[in-house]
């Protein structure tokens, strides 16, 4: 008696999974770990955790197989792919991860990386159909179709896809994360700590899958819709990061245990994590917004070439239409990094004017020391004296 190809096929592949699941867990058990290991050889510190790994190697895999059978020669989109997998990779499994437990301001370059660069990338990339194709056929003509197909999934999609839904979803997940107690429970709890990553990356998902379909309205979203989208979460990004910039107290206890390696107090960390999250984390979105702008710009060109091949007409690129189109994108590409210079410069100049207010002896002290430097003679002796004093320390 034969055994029927696709069901060997599938037990196969299920042996290689257990098989490699188990040889990655043993591995991952006898690697380096901990603040001890980081601190002698960091290089060391990798992780195989197995369900990030095995999912990973599939998707890849699917990928591939699906590129390859659509018959499309490598391009873009394979590399914006290949960089959100590496991306993840390297933020979930390689040292970064075990430094992100030590320091908020790597915990917020990897966050950056799991609800902004890997998701916008994956959503340039278009992976799905060449994920369908490449996956097994049980899987793509049954398991695919019943969840695609389930109603009440399909509603709440459609649903929280919406460009206010999308928006708060982003924002009220990275700020749910940030509490105190919450955040600090997630470092000593790996299941909550892995919960955090996942609702991180789906979130960041559902954002940019929204912001940048490049179909314009009503099949996508409206262009003032995605301009509130990325309004939204730039005044979040820049006002939140912009607050654990220029705090006075430690709000995170569970980092700072590596400070008397790396020489960092917890209030600097929680500084820098702040300024990473104020500064590059709104230039994600900035970028975002030009993208998807781009994205439209394009679609309504390949668009309206098409209207004027189906009516005969001569393609003209420099028509009425396209010089009207790409006036008007340009002037609301303008206005968006206008819009994010102005945030950008006015919170730098809130942030100077707020440690001035908050610290106005240091100042004075400082100024006191540059004049003394100018000074000759007992003057100088005298205001160098003055500089000292008990009123000028830092409180």
Known sequence: MTLNRPRSVTFIWLAVTLLGWATLDVLDAHLPDGAAALAAAPWLVWQFTPIIIIPMIYVVVWYVRGRRRG?????????????????????????????????????????????????????????????????????????????????ALHR??????????????FIGTSDFWM???????????????????ITLFASGLIFFFRLLDPRPAPLGAPLLARVLMCWLAEMNTILFGFYLSFKSVVLYDAY???APFWHISALNDERFGGLTMWIPGSMMIAL???????????HEDRVAGRRIALVGAPPVRNSQYH??????????ALGLVGFVGFMLIGTMIAAVVYDHMTNPQVDTAA?????ARKLDGPRAHEVRSASKSPQFDRP
């Open 71 to 151: 018959g499309q020669a490598a391009g873009a989109r394979d590399a914006f792919f290949a960089a959100a997998i590496l991306l993840l990779f390297l933020v979930l499994q390689s040292p970064i991860e075990g430094f992100s437990d030590q320091f908020l301001t790597v915990h917020q370059i990897e966050h950056m990386t799991l609800d902004m660069i890997a998701p916008l990338l994956l959503m340039l990339a278009a992976p799905q159909a060449p994920l369908l194709r490449g996956m097994p056929g049980w899987l793509r003509h049954r398991l695919v179709p019943s969840i695609m197909g389930n109603g």
């Open 179 to 197: 509490i105190p107690r919450i955040h600090d429970a997630s470092l000593r709890i790996p299941l909550i700590h892995d919960l955090w990553h």
């Open 288 to 298: 975002g917004a030009l993208i998807a702008l781009y994205r439209i710009a394009s």
């Open 156 to 169: 709440t999609f459609a649903t929280i896809s919406q460009p206010i839904p999308a928006s708060l979803l």
């Open 256 to 258: 700072g245990r590596m």
């Open 323 to 332: 010089v009207g189109k790409r006036r008007d994108n340009l002037n609301l």
């Open 367 to 371: 100024f006191i020391q540059v004049r």
